[in-house]
């Protein structure tokens, strides 16, 4: 350690704080000076030399709890301190302050917190707290036992992000032109409570009771119109239209034939993307009905039924 340049104070203030929070055992990482913002190169300018050899290291790759390795970093330039919240085991939910361009009066992430905490009938958390510059706070919980969460952005209510695998937080000890970070609460960070856990879980679609399909087709006619009705009724979303679009065209090749009858795979299809709609019922018949429109169109075989 003698071989280390001189540091100057608020250098050593932030390795002792990067030094701090590794032995929580946060990986930290070195935001650029005075900023929020990695430092290091991008990804699209990586020279694939020193620590990029085997390919480019993210930072949530090469956040770090060794001490050596903060130290040697820190001694170079008194970076902010980054801390990769997924790999530390983190969840930070970041309550943040209005812009300075929204009307006054909209309300700030912690009145949102609280607002939340009150409605789920739960107190505000104790746990690790951060204030932010711009006077918003950071709360640090660990990640529930096997769970891998993710960062979101308002998904728990207006003005409140989460801080996960894929995100980092600015550390305590870091200092921007808007202010310092400073630790609120030095405990421990609290097991993420369950009722914020279920909040942020993936939307778990409930499984749709499948519309009965009634039809006079037999056979492979009939497996055809359950078997897309089925396909519609349990497409993801983003995936729903196109699954919808394809449906049809795929049965109006049985309408042109004489299998079914138009008004039966419009009544089944409708009925299907209505159960688990997110758009129109009325956005929904009209691509049933273009998709049935270009397959009566390009297959135009065996007995037409009119519409
Ligand atoms: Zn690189």
Redesign the pocket.
């Known amino acids: 350690m003698n071989t280390l340049p001189t540091i100057d104070l608020p250098g050593l203030e932030l390795l002792a704080w990067a030094i701090e929070a590794g032995g929580r055992g946060w990986r930290v990482f070195p935001l650029r000076p005075g900023d929020k913002r990695p430092a290091g ?1 991008a ?1 699209k300018y ?1 020279p694939g030399t020193g620590r ?1 050899a085997d390919g ?2 993210t930072p949530e790759q090469r956040a770090t709890t060794d001490v050596n390795l903060i130290t040697t970093a820190w001694a170079h330039h008194p970076y902010n301190i980054g801390i990769a919240t997924g790999p530390s085991g983190l969840l930070v939910v970041d309550l943040d302050m209005p812009k300075p361009q929204e009307p006054k009066g909209t309300p700030d992430g912690v009145t949102n917190f609280s607002a939340l905490c009150e409605r789920a009938g739960q107190a505000v958390p104790d746990t690790y707290r951060v204030r932010t510059a711009r006077g918003g706070e950071h709360l640090y919980f660990t990640q529930p036992p096997g769970a891998r969460l993710h960062s979101t952005a308002g998904k728990l209510a207006k003005k409140i992000d989460t801080r996960g695998w894929g995100g980092y937080v600015v550390a305590a000890g870091s200092l921007t032109p808007d202010g310092p970070y400073t630790v609120l609460n030095p405990r421990p960070p609290a097991p993420l409570p369950d009722w914020l856990h279920d909040a942020l879980k993936p939307v778990q679609r409930p499984v749709q009771t499948m519309p009965p399909v009634t039809t006079n087709a037999s056979g492979y006619v009939a497996a055809a119109l359950r078997g897309e009705v089925h396909n519609v009724a349990t497409a993801a979303d983003g995936t729903r239209n196109a699954t919808l679009l394809r449906a049809a065209r795929a049965l109006g090749r049985l309408v042109a034939s004489g299998d079914l009858t138009r008004v039966e795979v419009e009544e089944a299809l409708s009925r299907a993307a209505a159960g688990n709609a997110t758009q129109s019922q009325r956005y929904y018949d009209d691509v049933i009905r273009r998709g049935l429109d270009w397959s009566i169109t390009h297959h135009p075989t065996g007995k037409r039924v009119p519409a």
């Open positions: 190169h990804e990586c990029c480019h290291k």
